[in-house]
């Protein structure tokens, strides 16, 4: 099946028709991956693929596919080649051939001859399976206290002194590198938060730009993701948590009103709003203007995202915004949940079973079961979970990103580190919540699978080692009274954003580590004084 997409090229859509018909042409297939709120992939289509000249050249010689790289994460993970617009030649295996990203017109027309000139040299021997994909072969070692502490390391030397954040080129936010410093280099994390906070967060309309170009948050590239934007507030929130400065909860709260409004279907959360010279006009001529479009796909896992991130907000301050997170989790179970099996947007070419859409929902019902209280929740992420478990987790105890099935190389899995840490993370919520075992022996299990490895990881793997010290030394569970309580509501804002708080029938409260369990409290002032008490890494 071809269509045009505002371009003069036939394109295909992903699946195994292009790469059937490049087999039978003897053609390598042009593979074009974009997303609906990237400005140069817009620029690229009208510079580039609307060329006649260019589209007739990709027409005689290539098979052309555009993917949507939103719709399509896990030809993302294989085929990215360092940003969007990302232009990848294959084999009609699905081996890389060559790639690059943005390609203007010039340089699209040389790479196009560069390419057909070693295809019709090598053909398919210039193929090449990416490393990423080539081997299933993990770095398993044990977890221990060492893996904290190594990326505690890891997040002073690495850390920006003079400007904040962490690296010397491009600023991404990094939201759980920002957690973690939060609790063990304080200074660090917030020097962060302020520089996200005044570089990266739209005043005016609200939300979060994706990231910055220069080392000095310079140049943002000002598409807004709910999924980066959930993460953020979950990040601001745990500032708010530990520090109590006001400026954090008005950041975060108006990352609520983003996403509750802008971001808001009427049924659950959109996808994205796509970069725009709109968001460098002033205040005044923004009235005039029309805002960057909105993709309303629903997708699970960035639903899961933002409903987690409200919840935990609600936790800390009782704002409102938890109704949207109990209408958005309530939708993706109605529509994209069947015994289980999550589908990750509601439509015909959407996959099934992918490991992130399981992780994030997981953990956005199991924040609700502990914010809105357990009834209505703790089922549904019991059969999300375990059909995790069932199809995804492997004999080493690693979750591969979806079933090894597809076009191209989607028959080859892959083992993301940082969503199995986040499938961790979820289940040890699970387990504290259901008081059920097998779950810390699954997240234990993901973990362990890349601990061997630990000492080579940077900044960006902070939320495998969050996930690494939960488990080693077991999260604080707060066990409450029921939602509404004076008692529930003091256990939400201790001080520890990793702690699990277990509303049930019971009048007291207590806070329970490992094998300590504290005597219980009949007022706040008492939970808080008992849970201080107990024993911590």
Not at 38 to 45: G, H, V
Request: proline share 6%.
């Amino acid at each position: 099946m071809t269509f045009r997409d505002g371009t003069l090229v036939d394109w295909y859509e992903w699946g195994p028709e292009p790469f059937e018909i490049a087999e039978r042409a003897g053609k390598p297939v042009l593979c074009a991956l974009t997303a609906p709120w990237c400005a140069w992939c817009d620029r690229m289509d009208e510079e580039s693929y609307s060329d006649p000249k260019l589209a007739a050249n990709i027409g005689d010689s290539f098979v052309p596919v555009r993917v949507d790289v939103d719709r399509h994460p896990r030809v993302r993970e294989r085929y990215n080649m360092g940003g969007f617009p990302t232009t990848v030649f294959l084999t009609p295996d699905g081996e890389v051939l060559s790639g690059a990203t943005y390609l203007g017109p010039d340089g699209l027309r040389q790479v196009l001859d560069s390419i057909r000139a070693s295809w019709d040299a090598k053909g398919t021997s210039a193929g090449r399976v990416p490393r990423t994909v080539s081997s299933a072969d993990l770095p398993s070692g044990e977890i221990t206290a060492d893996i904290e502490a190594h990326m505690v390391e890891q997040v002073a030397a690495a850390f920006d002194d003079e400007y904040g954040g962490w690296g010397t080129d491009a600023k991404f936010p990094l939201p759980r590198t920002v957690e973690l410093a939060l609790k063990r280099d304080r200074d660090r994390g917030t020097r962060t938060l302020d520089a996200v906070q005044t570089h990266l967060f739209d005043t005016y309309d609200g939300g979060f730009y994706r990231f910055a170009e220069t080392r000095r948050w310079g140049e943002p590239h000002r598409e807004k993701l709910v999924d980066e934007n959930a993460a953020l507030l979950r990040a601001f929130t745990t500032g708010y948590l530990y520090t109590g400065d006001e400026s954090y909860r008005r950041t975060a709260e108006r990352t609520v009103d983003y996403l509750t409004t802008t971001a808001w279907t009427g049924d659950a959360f959109a996808g994205s709003q796509a970069a725009s010279d709109y968001y460098t006009l002033e205040p005044t001529e923004r009235e005039e203007a029309k805002p960057p479009h909105v993709d309303p796909t629903v997708f699970a896992d960035r639903n899961g995202l933002a409903a987690e991130a409200l919840c935990r907000f609600a936790a800390v301050t009782d704002h409102e915004g938890a109704r949207y997170a109990e209408r958005a989790l309530e939708h993706v179970l109605e529509t994209l949940v069947d015994d289980g099996h999550v589908t990750h947007f509601d439509g015909e070419r959407s996959e099934t079973g992918l490991l992130a859409d399981h992780a994030r929902l997981l953990s956005g019902l199991t924040a609700a079961a502990q914010v809105l209280g357990p009834d209505g929740w703790i089922d549904p992420a019991r059969t999300i979970a375990d059909d995790a478990i069932d199809r995804l987790a492997t004999a080493d105890g690693s979750f591969r990103d979806g079933q090894p099935s597809g076009a191209g190389l989607l028959d080859r899995p892959l083992y993301p580190l940082g969503t199995n840490a986040e499938m961790a993370d979820a289940l040890l919520d699970l387990a504290a919540l259901t008081g059920e075992d097998r779950y810390v022996a699954a997240a234990e299990d993901a973990l362990s699978a890349f601990a061997g490895a630990y000492d080579r990881m940077g900044v960006e793997a902070a939320g495998y080692a969050a996930g690494c010290a939960r488990a080693h030394y077991e999260p604080l569970v707060v066990r409450t009274p029921p939602v509404g309580t004076d008692l529930h509501r003091a256990a939400l804002r201790l001080a520890d954003h990793e702690k699990v708080v277990v509303p049930e029938d019971r009048d007291d409260a207590v806070a329970i580590r490992a094998d300590h369990t504290t005597a219980p409290a009949a007022t706040p002032d008492e939970l808080l004084e008992r849970a201080s008490d107990g024993p911590l890494p």
